[in-house]
């Protein structure tokens, strides 16, 4: 393999990608946490929550996980975010 080559690390039944209109603001909005399962994942998104509350001043806070980082999210979970939320904030560490 030459340096101009890339190999694709995702997955064949990985989502494809969409884009999404960016909201003015995230106050009175329905905002999902999305925890993809990873290490300690769950420590920044509790900080992220508690600067939303104090900063944006969502109207609701849903906190959902992933089974595995692995993969892609299952087709429920995507549907229960998509229908419940106005905003998904997905994060993670290590």
Do not use: C, W, Y
Request: aromatic letters at 2%; charged letters at 35%; a negative charge.
């Amino acid at each position: 393999m030459s340096d101009d080559e890339f190999l694709d690390p995702t997955d064949s039944v990985a989502v494809p990608r969409k884009t999404a209109r960016r909201l003015e603001s995230l106050d009175g909005k329905i905002i999902t946490l999305l925890d993809i399962s990873k290490a300690k994942g769950n420590h920044l998104l509790d900080r992220v929550e508690e600067l939303l509350r104090e900063r944006a001043h969502p109207r609701a806070i849903i906190r959902v996980k992933k089974p595995t980082f692995a993969r892609p999210a299952p087709e429920d979970l995507r549907q229960e975010i998509l229908k419940n939320s106005d905003a998904v904030i997905e994060a993670l560490a290590d």
